[in-house]
């Protein structure tokens, strides 16, 4: 994974965790990389990768079992969802406007962008 200086590692290691959860290929219930396996996998250290999985069991996306592992909760694609349309309404969406403005592009110029697949 090639990381971004915006953020933090661990916040976008974060995120690589929740698309692939969004995506089903971590789906609820199901155990996630070992701390050790993800911070090899990812090139980090194991300090980073057990912040990320703090920050995901804090927001209620990942259990820790103890002595098992750490699982997908029951409710992460609904706990990610809301986490993710609040950061794009309050970051995201603002530059899009302010830039879609500048520019002066229409809604109807945007609109087969809207009709496109999702990758």
Known sequence: MEFKNTKGIFLQIADSISEKVMEGKYPPCEKIPSVRDLAAEMGVNPNTVMRTYSELQARGIIDNKRG??????TDAVEIIRKWKRKEF?????PLIVRQTRM????PEELKPYFEL???
């Open 68 to 73: 098992v592992g750490f699982y997908v909760s």
């Open 103 to 106: 520019l002066d592009i229409t």
């Open 89 to 93: 309404f309050e970051i995201e969406l």
């Open 117 to 119: 697949p999702i990758n």
